[in-house]
DNA sequence: GATTGTATTTTTGTGGTAGAAAATACGTCA
DNA sequence: TGACGTATTTTCTACCACAAAAATACAATC
C-alpha cells in the first residue's frame, strides 16, 4: 500500500457522557439558526417564534427549542417564561458563530488535509479509512457520503472510494474558474435578478471594511468567506435556482481547497473593490454593466492565479496539449 | 397527513434463492461495461483484457469477470480457455440493453411516479416510505440518497427528506432552460473543444435515423435517450469537468421528469435536425456557429415548451392544476 | 387563535454478528 | 511478462435490539 504513514488521530465514536449525538445536531441547528436570523432585520426585544424555525428548517419543535435554548446560553436570545424567546441585547454585537467540533468534522477535515498533501491515495476503502483514522464505520461512511455530494469523492461500484480531481491540480482549477466564467456573469442577466436589501447592505459593509485593510494583516479566512458570501448571493439574486446551486457548488469547492491553493492577499483586497463596485451597479440597476464588471472581476482573478499564465505556454496552447490525456 | 391511498407495490428485500444482491451489482457492471465498450471501435475477435475493465470501473477482477461471463451469457462476447474474453460476432448487431429490475429502482420509480403526480407529500419521512412501499429501510434510504444525489431530494435536519420543486414545476422547467441556455452554448467555446470522433458518428447516425422518423409513429423514450446524448457528448467535448457535470445533472432530471412534461413529437423531430446542424458546424470546425445554433435550439425548446406561450391559463394556476390528475 | 410548555409516541442511530460479495494472493498458461 | 483461473482473505450488507432523538399530542397561557 502506497499510502504513508501519517497523523491518527483517534476520532471516536463511543459516546462520552457529557457530549452525545444531541449536542450535535443541537448546535448544527443552533448555528443555522442563527445564520438565518442574522439575514433578518431584527431588533433586541423582538420575538422569535418557533414556528418560523421550525417551517424553515423542516424539524420539529422539539430541536428548535433545544436549539433556542442553546443560543439564549450564550447570551444571543433571551427567555420569558410562557412568552418564548426574544432577541437580546447583545445578538447584534456578538460575533462569534457557534461552530461545534464534531467527530465528523474533525474526520471531514483530515481526511481532506490527508488527500491535498497525498497522504491519501486517490482510491480508498471505507474499511481503510476507519483502520487510518480508527473512527467508526458509521461516521466514515457519513463522511464519505457528504464528500460525495459536494463532488470530492465518488462510490465505485465495488468498495472502493474515487477522490475526483479536486482544485489542487492546477487543471481543475482552470476548469473551476472558466466555469464561474459562464455562470456568474449569466446570473445578473436572468429575467426576475433581485438582490435582497438587507443582504446587500451587508455585503458592503463587509467588503468596505476589508478593502480598506492592508495586505500584510489580512485575515485571509474571513476574507475568503466574504468573497464567497458574495458570489453566493448573487447566484442566489439570479432569481434561478440551477444557477444558484451550480454557484454553491463551485464556492464548496473553493472552501475546501483554500489550502493548496493560495491566492496573493493583494488580490484579495482588489477583489473587494471589485465587488464593490458590481455591487453599486446592481444598485443603480445597471445589470449588463455588472455583468461586464463580473466577467472582468473574474478573469484577472484566472489571471492573477498562480502558476497560470505567468509560468510558461500561453493560455490556448496549454489548454489544447492538456486536452490530449485526461 | 394529506397523502391519499395509493399504489402499494410490496418491494421486498428479501433474498429470493435466485436473485441475491450479486446479481443486481453485476448486470449493473454489465450494463456499464457494455456502453463503455460500445463507445470503443472493436471488431469482433478483438480481445477484452479484464485489467482494462477493472481500471475504468475502480474494481476488481471478480465482479468483472461476473459481469463478462453475463455479457458470454447473451452471445455479446465469446470465452476462450486461458485466454480469456473476446468480442463476439452478435456484439454489433444486439440492441438491447442489459437493464434489470431492481427492488431499487422498482421503488425509485415508484417514489418519482407518486411525487409528480403530486401522490406524496413534498416533505416525507423514512418510516414514511418502508410503510407506504412495503420496503425495508435499507432500500429506502440507499434509494433517498440517490435522490439527493440527483438534486430531488434533500435531507432535513431532523427526521424528514424534503423534495426540491422538480422539473414538473413550470417555473424550474423555465429555470432549467434558462441554466442550460447559458451553460450549453458556452460548452463550444471552451479552450479544448474536442469532440471523439466514433462519438460523432454514432450520434449522427441515431440522429439522422430520428429526423427522418414519422411524427405520429416516433418512439419517444428513445428520442428523448438521444436528445439527452447528444447534449451530454458536448459537455463531455467541452473538456470542461465542471461544465460537462452540470450539463449531465440536467439531464438526469429532465429524464426523471420526462411522464410529466410532454414535448410535441413534431418538436422532437426538428429538434434532430438541429443537432445535426449543429454537428455538422463543430465538424466544419466552425465552433462559434456551433454555440449559436445551439443558442437558438435551446431557445427554440423554451418556447415549444407546453404550457410556457401557447395556453391560457397563467403559469401559477396550470402548475396547481397539474397537480391534481396525473 | 396562535404560541408556548410538557408528556407521550414514533422514528432513528448505533453496535454486534452471520453470510454474501469484493479484493487479493498465487499458480498456470500464452 | 502479462493475462487468465482458482483459492483465500478482507470488506461489506442485512438484520436485530436498545438507547437517543425527533415528532406529535395535549394542556396552559398570552
Same mark, same amino acid.
Given at each position: 500500500?502506497?499510502?504513508?504513514?501519517?497523523? +491518527?488521530? $483517534?476520532? /471516536?465514536? *463511543?459516546?462520552? =457522557?457529557?457530549?452525545?449525538?444531541?449536542?450535535? &445536531?443541537?448546535?448544527?441547528? @443552533?448555528?443555522?439558526?442563527?445564520?438565518?436570523?442574522?439575514?433578518?432585520?431584527?431588533?433586541?426585544?423582538?420575538?422569535?417564534?418557533?414556528?418560523?424555525?421550525?417551517?424553515?428548517?423542516?424539524?420539529?419543535?422539539?430541536?428548535?427549542?433545544?436549539?433556542?435554548?442553546?443560543?439564549?446560553?450564550?447570551?444571543?436570545?433571551?427567555?420569558?417564561?410562557?412568552?418564548?424567546?426574544?432577541?437580546?441585547?447583545?445578538?447584534?454585537?456578538?460575533?462569534?458563530?457557534?461552530?461545534?467540533?464534531?467527530?465528523?468534522?474533525?474526520?471531514?477535515?483530515?481526511?481532506? +488535509?490527508? $488527500?491535498? /498533501?497525498? *497522504?491519501?491515495? =486517490?482510491?480508498?476503502?471505507?474499511?481503510?479509512? &476507519?483502520?487510518?483514522?480508527? @473512527?467508526?464505520?458509521?461516521?466514515?461512511?457519513?463522511?464519505?457520503?457528504?464528500?460525495?455530494?459536494?463532488?470530492?469523492?465518488?462510490?465505485?461500484?465495488?468498495?472502493?472510494?474515487?477522490?475526483?480531481?479536486?482544485?489542487?491540480?492546477?487543471?481543475?482549477?482552470?476548469?473551476?474558474?472558466?466555469?464561474?466564467?459562464?455562470?456568474?456573469?449569466?446570473?445578473?442577466?436572468?429575467?426576475?435578478?433581485?438582490?435582497?436589501?438587507?443582504?446587500?447592505?451587508?455585503?458592503?459593509?463587509?467588503?468596505?471594511?476589508?478593502?480598506?485593510?492592508?495586505?500584510?494583516?489580512?485575515?485571509?479566512?474571513?476574507?475568503?468567506?466574504?468573497?464567497?458570501?458574495?458570489?453566493?448571493?448573487?447566484?442566489?439574486?439570479?432569481?434561478?435556482?440551477?444557477?444558484?446551486?451550480?454557484?454553491?457548488?463551485?464556492?464548496?469547492?473553493?472552501?475546501?481547497?483554500?489550502?493548496?491553493?493560495?491566492?496573493?492577499?493583494?488580490?484579495?483586497?482588489?477583489?473587494?473593490?471589485?465587488?464593490?463596485?458590481?455591487?453599486?451597479?446592481?444598485?443603480?440597476?445597471?445589470?449588463?454593466?455588472?455583468?461586464?464588471?463580473?466577467?472582468?472581476?473574474?478573469?484577472?482573478?484566472?489571471?492573477?492565479?498562480?502558476?497560470?499564465?505567468?509560468?510558461?505556454?500561453?493560455?490556448?496552447?496549454?489548454?489544447?496539449?492538456?486536452?490530449?490525456?485526461?
Amino acid at each position: 500500500m502506497p499510502s504513508r504513514p501519517a497523523t +491518527r488521530s $483517534r476520532i /471516536s465514536s *463511543r459516546r462520552r =457522557a457529557t457530549s452525545p449525538r444531541r449536542a450535535v &445536531t443541537q448546535a448544527a441547528l @443552533a448555528a443555522r439558526i442563527l445564520t438565518w436570523l442574522r439575514q433578518q432585520d431584527l431588533k433586541p426585544g423582538d420575538h422569535v417564534p418557533e414556528r418560523l424555525a421550525t417551517e424553515e428548517f423542516h424539524v420539529s419543535r422539539t430541536p428548535v427549542r433545544a436549539a433556542l435554548a442553546l443560543l439564549t446560553e450564550q447570551g444571543l436570545l433571551e427567555r420569558h417564561d410562557q412568552r418564548g424567546f426574544f432577541i437580546a441585547d447583545g445578538f447584534a454585537a456578538a460575533r462569534g458563530t457557534v461552530a461545534a467540533e464534531t467527530p465528523d468534522s474533525t474526520l471531514h477535515d483530515a481526511i481532506l +488535509r490527508d $488527500r491535498f /498533501s497525498k *497522504r491519501l491515495d =486517490a482510491e480508498v476503502t471505507a474499511a481503510h479509512l &476507519t483502520r487510518r483514522y480508527r @473512527a467508526s464505520r458509521a461516521i466514515v461512511l457519513r463522511v464519505l457520503g457528504r464528500l460525495q455530494k459536494d463532488g470530492i469523492v465518488e462510490r465505485a461500484l465495488g468498495q472502493r472510494w474515487v477522490f475526483l480531481p479536486a482544485l489542487d491540480s492546477l487543471r481543475s482549477q482552470e476548469d473551476s474558474h472558466r466555469f464561474r466564467l459562464i455562470l456568474e456573469p449569466a446570473a445578473f442577466l436572468q429575467p426576475g435578478f433581485a438582490l435582497d436589501a438587507k443582504r446587500a447592505r451587508d455585503l458592503k459593509s463587509a467588503l468596505a471594511e476589508l478593502a480598506g485593510q492592508d495586505a500584510r494583516t489580512l485575515d485571509l479566512k474571513r476574507a475568503l468567506e466574504t468573497d464567497i458570501a458574495f458570489h453566493e448571493a448573487m447566484g442566489d439574486a439570479s432569481n434561478n435556482r440551477f444557477l444558484a446551486e451550480a454557484i454553491r457548488r463551485q464556492s464548496r469547492l473553493r472552501r475546501l481547497a483554500t489550502t493548496s491553493m493560495q491566492v496573493p492577499p493583494a488580490r484579495l483586497i482588489e477583489s473587494c473593490r471589485e465587488h464593490l463596485a458590481i455591487l453599486e451597479a446592481v444598485a443603480a440597476g445597471e445589470l449588463a454593466r455588472a455583468a461586464e464588471l463580473m466577467r472582468e472581476h473574474l478573469a484577472s482573478s484566472l489571471r492573477a492565479r498562480p502558476g497560470f499564465v505567468n509560468r510558461g505556454a500561453p493560455p490556448m496552447l496549454r489548454a489544447t496539449m492538456m486536452g490530449g490525456a485526461r
